[in-house]
C-alpha cells in the first residue's frame, strides 16, 4: 500500500511527459519482460479452470487496465493529495461492493466510514474551487474515484483467486492481459511520439513506477491475502494516503493548508472505522 500511494504520487510527473496509453503500455511491458518465469505453474497448483480464467481476465481488466486509464489521466487533472485522499475510501467501497454484489452485511461503523470518505472528497473540491481548481480537477478527482471502484473490485476479486493460484502467477498473468489490452491504444500513441523528448530522469522513474505498480505492490498484496482476510488486510490501506500524501507535498511541493489537512484527517478516520476492529462487539 505504501507502494501504491507512491506510484500514485509519482505518476503525475510521469503523465506530463508521456501519453497515458503509451505510459500505461510501457509499464505492462517492462514488468513483462521482468517476470516471464512467474508465469509457470508450480507442480504442486492445480490447472487454471474456465471460472479462474475468467477471473484472472476481469482482475486485469478492473486492476489493470482500466484502473490505470482512470488513475493516470485523474492524477494529471488533480494533485497527488487529493489522489491519496481518495484513494483512502477503497475500504469503504470494498465493504459497499460486498453488501450490493454479495449480500454481505455492512456495519454501522463503515457507513460512517463511508461519510468519512465523501466528507473529505468534498473538503477537497471546496479546497481546490478556492484554489482555482474549476472543472478540471473536479473532472480528475471524479477520474481517481472510478479508480477507486477499479481497485476495489481487484481487491475482492483477489482474495478469491488466491484459494487456487499461487501470488507470483496471478501478478505475471494479470500483467500480461494489461499489456494486452493497452497494445492496440500504447501503440497508436507510440507511433506519433518522441521517445528523444524525456530525460533521463524520466525514464528511471518510469522503471521505478512499471516495477512498483505490476511487480513489487502485486506480488506483496496477493502473498498477504493468502494468510490474511480481505477485512483485516484492509487495515493497511491506512498506508496509501500517507504516502502519496507524503510524496505529493514533499518529493512534488504541492500545498498541505487547512482544507487538505481536514480532508486527509477525515479520509485516515474513514479506514479506521472501515477496518480496524473496535473489541467483541466491533460491527454491531
Given at each position: 500500500?505504501?507502494?501504491?500511494?507512491?506510484?500514485?504520487?509519482?505518476?503525475?510527473?510521469?503523465?506530463?511527459?508521456?501519453?497515458?496509453?503509451?505510459?500505461?503500455?510501457?509499464?505492462?511491458?517492462?514488468?513483462?519482460?521482468?517476470?516471464?518465469?512467474?508465469?509457470?505453474?508450480?507442480?504442486?497448483?492445480?490447472?487454471?479452470?474456465?471460472?479462474?480464467?475468467?477471473?484472472?481476465?476481469?482482475?486485469?481488466?478492473?486492476?489493470?487496465?482500466?484502473?490505470?486509464?482512470?488513475?493516470?489521466?485523474?492524477?494529471?487533472?488533480?494533485?497527488?493529495?487529493?489522489?491519496?485522499?481518495?484513494?483512502?475510501?477503497?475500504?469503504?467501497?470494498?465493504?459497499?461492493?460486498?453488501?450490493?454484489?454479495?449480500?454481505?452485511?455492512?456495519?454501522?461503523?463503515?457507513?460512517?466510514?463511508?461519510?468519512?470518505?465523501?466528507?473529505?472528497?468534498?473538503?477537497?473540491?471546496?479546497?481546490?474551487?478556492?484554489?482555482?481548481?474549476?472543472?478540471?480537477?473536479?473532472?480528475?478527482?471524479?477520474?481517481?474515484?472510478?479508480?477507486?471502484?477499479?481497485?476495489?473490485?481487484?481487491?475482492?476479486?483477489?482474495?478469491?483467486?488466491?484459494?487456487?493460484?499461487?501470488?507470483?502467477?496471478?501478478t505475471s498473468i494479470v500483467n500480461l492481459w494489461g499489456l494486452a489490452l493497452m497494445t492496440p491504444l500504447g501503440l497508436y500513441q507510440a507511433w506519433q511520439f518522441d521517445f528523444g523528448a524525456p530525460g533521463p530522469g524520466t525514464w528511471g522513474l518510469l522503471l521505478f513506477y512499471s516495477l512498483a505498480a505490476s511487480i513489487w505492490s502485486v506480488w506483496l498484496w496477493m502473498t498477504?491475502?493468502?494468510?490474511?482476510?480481505?477485512?483485516?488486510?484492509?487495515?493497511?490501506?491506512?498506508?496509501?494516503?500517507?504516502?502519496?500524501?507524503?510524496?505529493?507535498?514533499?518529493?512534488?511541493?504541492?500545498?498541505?493548508?487547512?482544507?487538505?489537512?481536514?480532508?486527509?484527517?477525515?479520509?485516515?478516520?474513514?479506514?479506521?472505522?472501515?477496518?480496524?476492529?473496535?473489541?467483541?462487539?466491533?460491527?454491531?
Amino acid at each position: 500500500m505504501s507502494l501504491v500511494g507512491s506510484y500514485v504520487a509519482l505518476s503525475k510527473p510521469l503523465v506530463a511527459a508521456i501519453p497515458v496509453f503509451l505510459l500505461a503500455w510501457l509499464r505492462f511491458a517492462i514488468a513483462a519482460l521482468a517476470m516471464p518465469h512467474w508465469l509457470r505453474r508450480p507442480a504442486n497448483e492445480p490447472a487454471l479452470t474456465p471460472q479462474v480464467r475468467r477471473l484472472l481476465f476481469l482482475e486485469s481488466l478492473l486492476g489493470n487496465f482500466l484502473f490505470s486509464i482512470l488513475m493516470l489521466y485523474g492524477v494529471s487533472m488533480t494533485s497527488a493529495v487529493s489522489a491519496g485522499v481518495i484513494m483512502a475510501a477503497i475500504p469503504a467501497v470494498v465493504a459497499i461492493l460486498s453488501w450490493a454484489f454479495l449480500r454481505e452485511r455492512v456495519p454501522l461503523r463503515v457507513w460512517s466510514a463511508v461519510a468519512c470518505a465523501a466528507a473529505g472528497i468534498g473538503l477537497l473540491a471546496l479546497a481546490r474551487n478556492g484554489a482555482g481548481g474549476g472543472a478540471s480537477s473536479g473532472l480528475g478527482n471524479l477520474l481517481v474515484f472510478g479508480a477507486v471502484l477499479c481497485e476495489a473490485s481487484y481487491a475482492v476479486i483477489g482474495k478469491k483467486l488466491t484459494g487456487t493460484v499461487g501470488p507470483r502467477r496471478i501478478t505475471s498473468i494479470v500483467n500480461l492481459w494489461g499489456l494486452a489490452l493497452m497494445t492496440p491504444l500504447g501503440l497508436y500513441q507510440a507511433w506519433q511520439f518522441d521517445f528523444g523528448a524525456p530525460g533521463p530522469g524520466t525514464w528511471g522513474l518510469l522503471l521505478f513506477y512499471s516495477l512498483a505498480a505490476s511487480i513489487w505492490s502485486v506480488w506483496l498484496w496477493m502473498t498477504g491475502l493468502r494468510s490474511l482476510p480481505a477485512s483485516q488486510g484492509g487495515v493497511f490501506t491506512v498506508m496509501l494516503p500517507v504516502s502519496a500524501a507524503a510524496v505529493g507535498v514533499l518529493a512534488l511541493g504541492e500545498p498541505f493548508g487547512t482544507l487538505q489537512a481536514t480532508a486527509f484527517a477525515l479520509a485516515l478516520a474513514g479506514v479506521l472505522l472501515a477496518t480496524l476492529p473496535f473489541g467483541p462487539g466491533a460491527g454491531r
